[in-house]
């Protein structure tokens, strides 16, 4: 028969193993790497990333932090340690208004707000995207513009001096097909379908 302290050792493994078990699950080792790799397609010194000291000038000229939970310190913090989930299953991810006044100020010349925008791009690519963006995007997808159009604005766009239809699909109704081709050829339209049905990878 086992004693109760082998007994009580045997849970105690038990709770490590599950707590190694979530701490894998939590820190995406190459979730640095991914972010990297992936924004330095589009801008440039992203891999200086990990050089990011905490000093906190981004996150204290930040506007949009003033008035919201939104930290860029903090992402900048988990793309360093592989925290993916936290980063990209975080609806603060976009508040950022990608002003670059952060971007402009970092003593480690880190492109912040570009990584910011790479983030972002990953978060849609496993299926995060705000309800109200999938709005927008359906719109785009379903007229070929963003904006809906409707008396209203018909009127306000006269007012201010403009034609009453703006100079897309909808003073081009031809096109809309062309701009729907555009839409599935990048990809766009199955990343919106996915994340509005809550398809997560
Ligand atoms: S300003 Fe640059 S170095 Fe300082 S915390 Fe922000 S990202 Fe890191
Ligand atoms: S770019 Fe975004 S994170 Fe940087 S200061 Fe502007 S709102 Fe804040």
Same mark, same amino acid.
């Given at each position: 028969m086992r004693s109760k302290v082998e007994v009580n050792a045997d849970q105690a493994l038990k709770v490590i193993d599950l707590s190694t078990t979530q701490l894998i699950k939590k820190f995406d080792t190459d979730f640095t790497q991914e972010v990297i790799e992936y924004? @330095? %397609?589009f801008f440039e010194n992203v891999e200086n990333v %990990? @050089?990011?000291i905490q000093c906190a000038t981004c996150t204290g000229s930040c506007p949009s932090g003033r008035e919201t939970a939104w &930290? #860029? &310190?903090k992402l900048i913090r988990q793309i360093q /340690?592989? /925290?993916k989930n936290a980063a990209i299953r975080n609806d603060v991810l976009w508040d950022c208004t990608t002003c670059y006044t952060c971007q402009e100020r970092c003593? &480690? /010349?880190i492109p912040i707000t570009d990584i910011v925008r790479a983030v972002r791009n990953i978060a849609v690519r496993n299926g995060f995207m705000l309800p109200r963006h999938v709005q927008v995007a359906g719109l785009m997808i379903k007229h070929g513009h963003a904006v809906p159009i409707n008396d209203e604005?018909?009127? #306000?766009? %006269?007012?201010?001096?403009l034609s009453e239809l703006p100079p897309t699909v909808h003073s081009y109704p031809d096109a809309l097909g062309e701009v729907k081709k555009l839409l599935d050829e990048t990809g766009f339209t %199955? /990343? #919106?379908?996915?994340? @509005?049905?809550?398809v997560q990878k």
């Open positions: 924004a @330095s %397609k %990990k @050089s990011c &930290r #860029v &310190r /340690l592989g /925290l003593p &480690r /010349l604005v018909k009127a #306000v766009r %006269k007012e201010i001096g %199955k /990343l #919106v379908e996915e994340a @509005s049905k809550g």
